[in-house]
């Protein structure tokens, strides 16, 4: 009887056994679900652990990467997402938002993950392609994860492209008929003819997965032909076999959170509504299923194919006690009668400030919304696509009634948004509030389930979230079309707004400040940089106490050339801090300047404690859907789904438990 009256007590204020306890446990963070079919690369660190094992070496982690982005990954027309100089370049959102791409964007990711190893990496310009090299035993390794292949050279090692060239024309002189020539080429390799070429192609334990019988690779457009002409170019050839980098993003990760009245639901299928507006319809249709996806099965992707879609749908809880814990901001707010909320002193008006952010690029949305207003009064709707610094009119509310607000053209290509409603008038209400926002996914990092068992891990937590600054540094560029840096409001002192670029002084900085709901935990900052002197070079400081002192997070030195990414995290946050400033100190006697910028603020949610979660997966059996709910009582649980003959996944859903 004393545990019970004790735990009573603390209602509101404790977690017992991992499930909150009392009301104020309104926020649910980093939910996942692996199966036994898929992978947990919802973050660097998750990639890491899945991937790299102890007593790996270091071509053994060349590989992993390998495996890692031909499995997530497919060729197509690349996003635009117009936040960095070219298109998506970050390996985590190709997993998880896109799932395919061109060489540019592989060659990036490749390098973005064996920076994160600690590596050196680089990119290299040949024939009508692009390719990344990765530095171990003090020479560089080719990991080309955009035409899914690599070579093994007379060490035993992933061969250069250096090295690759070097065979390639050697063996072009040897047979001068066939040089370049790709009808020819294709002819030679049909029957294992490939065989015959080049020692350095069919050497390998994967030559022929890469290769197959007829010298094509398994997605059927690329093979030992095409290889046979990117790697041919004679001495003086303009920029073939150059270095040049591609712009790599890091700093994105899985983090789905969900709040009272919230639903996610991610399809193992597309509805039409891929945002990439330059992809060609033949290959759009490609990735609906698992035709081309050869090499991605043997390394255990079993989705049905590559571009997915989903729904995040939002009844905002507008019972007040409720709706203080899941609002940025709830000022002067009171209970309406009979429902919803309404001014708590009609002499000033009430503002409500609600948060939207994703792990998925958002497509479309709408709000709608239902009120009543007094004579006179109104209910004003306004947009922020920058943290809340500055806010865009939307709608102004005069009548009462239902109307329904479309968002579509504000969020499209946005990961995070606000909207605020400020109420004036004695007597009127907000009295419903439902937000749905439709998404762009890959389906190949989703939790897919098949015919036969099916084991479903779930995990929820650290109980975080994370205000990002992202945008381009190239303003004029995306005018209309996405942020830019600049709409964060830096503080500039001899930097252009142009490229965040060192002035002709020869030296500048530049401040970010960051503002999170809760205590902050880390501050992570990337950026892809050129520094093409010695000299030139950009260092990278944070502040926890309004630019007293700052910290330093790393430098990004030159001479780089065409330019190189770093990626740096700052975890020695003082307690109690909601605020940090990112000082950029840039010196200049050539070129230093920044492609891309990416700032993200970890913070503890301040209403965040897990709760139960109900999960629900629908699929195809023989003509017939059939579903599944489950309800994770814990931050970590583990159950089954049998599925029958002909099992095809079609969506899975969760939301809080009632």
Same mark, same amino acid.
């Given at each position: 009887?004393?545990?019970?009256?004790?735990?009573?007590?603390?209602?509101?204020?404790?977690?017992?056994?991992?499930?909150?306890?009392?009301?104020?446990?309104?926020?649910?963070?980093?939910?996942?679900?692996?199966?036994?079919?898929?992978?947990?690369?919802?973050?660097? &660190?998750?990639?890491?652990?899945?991937?790299?094992?102890?007593?790996?070496?270091?071509?053994?982690?060349?590989?992993?990467?390998?495996?890692?982005?031909?499995?997530?990954?497919?060729?197509?027309?690349?996003?635009?997402?117009?936040?960095?100089? %070219?298109?998506?370049?970050?390996?985590?959102?190709?997993?998880?938002? !896109?799932?395919?791409?061109?060489?540019?964007?592989?060659?990036?990711?490749?390098?973005?993950?064996?920076?994160?190893?600690?590596?050196?990496?680089?990119?290299?310009?040949?024939?009508?392609?692009?390719?990344?090299?990765?530095?171990?035993?003090?020479?560089?390794?080719?990991?080309?994860?955009?035409?899914?292949?690599?070579?093994?050279?007379?060490?035993?090692?992933?061969?250069?492209?250096?090295?690759?060239?070097?065979?390639?024309?050697?063996?072009?002189?040897?047979?001068?008929?066939?040089?370049?020539?790709?009808?020819?080429?294709?002819?030679?390799?049909?029957? %294992?003819?490939?065989?015959?070429?080049?020692?350095?192609?069919?050497?390998?334990?994967?030559?022929?997965?890469?290769?197959?019988?007829?010298?094509?690779?398994?997605?059927?457009?690329?093979?030992?032909?095409?290889?046979?002409?990117?790697?041919?170019?004679?001495?003086?050839?303009?920029?073939?076999?150059?270095?040049?980098? !591609?712009?790599?993003?890091?700093?994105?990760?899985?983090?789905?959170?969900?709040?009272?009245?919230?639903?996610?639901?991610?399809?193992?299928?597309?509805?039409?509504?891929?945002?990439?507006?330059?992809?060609?319809?033949?290959?759009?249709?490609?990735?609906?299923?698992?035709?081309?996806?050869?090499?991605?099965?043997?390394?255990?992707?079993?989705?049905?194919?590559?571009?997915?879609?989903?729904?995040?749908?939002?009844?905002?809880?507008?019972?007040?006690?409720?709706?203080?814990?899941?609002?940025?901001?709830?000022?002067?707010? +009171?209970?309406?009668?009979?429902? %919803?909320?309404?001014?708590?002193?009609?002499?000033?008006?009430?503002?409500?400030?609600?948060?939207?952010?994703?792990?998925?690029?958002?497509?479309?949305?709408?709000?709608?919304?239902?009120?009543?207003?007094?004579?006179?009064?109104?209910?004003?709707?306004?947009?922020?696509?920058?943290?809340?610094?500055?806010?865009?009119?939307?709608?102004?509310?005069?009548?009462?009634?239902?109307?329904?607000?479309?968002?579509?053209?504000?969020?499209?290509?946005?990961?995070?948004?606000?909207?605020?409603?400020?109420?004036?008038?004695?007597?009127?209400?907000?009295?419903?509030? =439902?937000?749905?926002?439709?998404?762009?996914?890959?389906?190949?990092?989703?939790?897919?389930?098949?015919?036969?068992?099916?084991?479903?891990?779930?995990?929820?937590?650290?109980?975080?979230?994370?205000?990002?600054? &992202?945008?381009?540094?190239?303003?004029?560029?995306?005018?209309?079309?996405?942020?830019?840096?600049?709409?964060?409001?830096? =503080?500039?002192? %001899?930097?252009?707004?142009?490229?965040?670029?060192?002035?002709?002084?020869?030296?500048?900085?530049?401040?970010?400040?960051? =503002?999170?709901?809760?205590?902050?935990?880390?501050?992570?900052?990337?950026?892809?940089?050129?520094?093409?002197?010695?000299?030139?070079?950009?260092?990278?400081?944070?502040?926890?106490? +309004?630019?007293?002192?700052?910290?330093?997070?790393?430098?990004?030195?030159?001479?780089?050339?065409?330019?190189?990414?770093?990626?740096?995290?700052?975890?020695?946050?003082?307690?109690?801090?909601?605020?940090?400033?990112?000082?950029?100190?840039?010196?200049?006697?050539?070129?230093?300047?920044?492609?891309?910028?990416?700032?993200?603020?970890? !913070?503890?949610?301040?209403?965040?404690?897990?709760?139960?979660?109900?999960?629900?997966?629908?699929?195809?059996?023989?003509?017939?859907?059939?579903?599944?709910?489950?309800?994770?009582?814990?931050?970590?649980?583990?159950?089954?789904?049998?599925?029958?003959?002909?099992?095809?996944?079609?969506?899975?859903?969760?939301?809080?438990?009632?």
């Amino acid at each position: 009887m004393a545990y019970r009256n004790l735990v009573k007590s603390l209602a509101g204020a404790v977690t017992l056994l991992g499930v909150a306890v009392g009301a104020r446990a309104q926020v649910v963070s980093h939910l996942n679900v692996v199966s036994d079919k898929s992978e947990d690369v919802s973050s660097p &660190e998750a990639w890491k652990k899945t991937y790299i094992k102890d007593g790996m070496g270091d071509q053994d982690k060349a590989i992993a990467v390998f495996n890692t982005l031909v499995r997530y990954r497919q060729q197509a027309a690349p996003p635009q997402e117009d936040l960095q100089l %070219g298109c998506v370049h970050d390996p985590l959102k190709t997993i998880h938002v !896109y799932g395919y791409g061109m060489c540019c964007c592989a060659s990036g990711e490749v390098s973005g993950l064996v920076r994160y190893l600690g590596y050196q990496a680089r990119g290299r310009i040949i024939n009508a392609h692009s390719v990344p090299e990765m530095m171990y035993n003090d020479t560089w390794h080719l990991i080309d994860c955009s035409v899914m292949n690599y070579h093994i050279n007379d060490k035993g090692e992933l061969a250069s492209v250096d090295e690759i060239h070097k065979a390639v024309m050697d063996w072009s002189a040897q047979h001068p008929d066939l040089a370049n020539n790709e009808a020819k080429l294709r002819a030679f390799g049909k029957d %294992g003819g490939w065989k015959n070429g080049p020692a350095l192609m069919a050497r390998g334990p994967r030559a022929e997965e890469f290769f197959g019988k007829d010298g094509t690779n398994t997605a059927g457009w690329h093979g030992w032909h095409s290889n046979m002409q990117e790697y041919y170019w004679k001495p003086g050839k303009a920029d073939l076999g150059a270095i040049y980098e !591609y712009s790599v993003s890091m700093g994105y990760q899985l983090n789905v959170q969900l709040r009272p009245g919230e639903k996610i639901t991610r399809n193992f299928f597309s509805r039409g509504i891929q945002y990439t507006n330059n992809m060609a319809q033949g290959d759009y249709n490609s990735m609906q299923d698992r035709k081309v996806l050869g090499i991605q099965t043997k390394l255990g992707d079993r989705a049905p194919g590559r571009v997915g879609d989903g729904t995040f749908q939002w009844n905002v809880p507008l019972k007040l006690d409720t709706l203080k814990t899941v609002a940025l901001t709830a000022d002067n707010l +009171g209970a309406g009668a009979p429902a %919803g909320v309404t001014l708590a002193d009609a002499a000033k008006p009430a503002v409500l400030v609600l948060r939207f952010p994703s792990s998925y690029v958002y497509v479309m949305g709408e709000a709608a919304i239902a009120a009543n207003v007094a004579q006179g009064g109104s209910i004003t709707v306004l947009f922020s696509e920058n943290n809340g610094m500055d806010w865009k009119p939307v709608a102004k509310i005069d009548k009462s009634g239902e109307q329904k607000l479309a968002l579509t053209d504000l969020i499209k290509r946005r990961y995070d948004y606000q909207l605020k409603f400020e109420l004036v008038g004695a007597g009127t209400s907000l009295t419903s509030l =439902k937000t749905t926002n439709d998404f762009q996914c890959s389906q190949a990092a989703l939790p897919t389930i098949a015919e036969g068992k099916n084991t479903i891990n779930f995990s929820a937590g650290p109980q975080e979230g994370t205000i990002t600054l &992202e945008g381009s540094t190239n303003a004029a560029e995306v005018k209309g079309k996405q942020i830019a840096m600049m709409d964060y409001h830096p =503080k500039l002192t %001899g930097l252009n707004p142009h490229l965040l670029g060192v002035g002709d002084s020869g030296s500048g900085e530049g401040i970010f400040t960051v =503002k999170t709901p809760g205590d902050m935990t880390r501050v992570r900052v990337n950026s892809t940089f050129r520094a093409r002197d010695a000299k030139d070079q950009y260092t990278v400081q944070v502040s926890f106490d +309004g630019g007293k002192t700052f910290t330093e997070a790393g430098k990004m030195v030159g001479p780089t050339g065409s330019g190189s990414s770093k990626y740096m995290v700052v975890d020695n946050v003082p307690a109690g801090v909601k605020e940090a400033q990112v000082k950029l100190i840039g010196q200049q006697r050539n070129t230093a300047c920044l492609f891309s910028l990416r700032i993200d603020a970890d !913070y503890k949610e301040p209403a965040g404690v897990f709760r139960p979660v109900k999960i629900t997966y629908a699929w195809d059996e023989n003509g017939q859907t059939k579903t599944n709910e489950y309800v994770a009582q814990a931050p970590q649980a583990t159950y089954t789904i049998a599925c029958g003959p002909k099992a095809r996944v079609k969506s899975y859903t969760m939301e809080l438990a009632q």
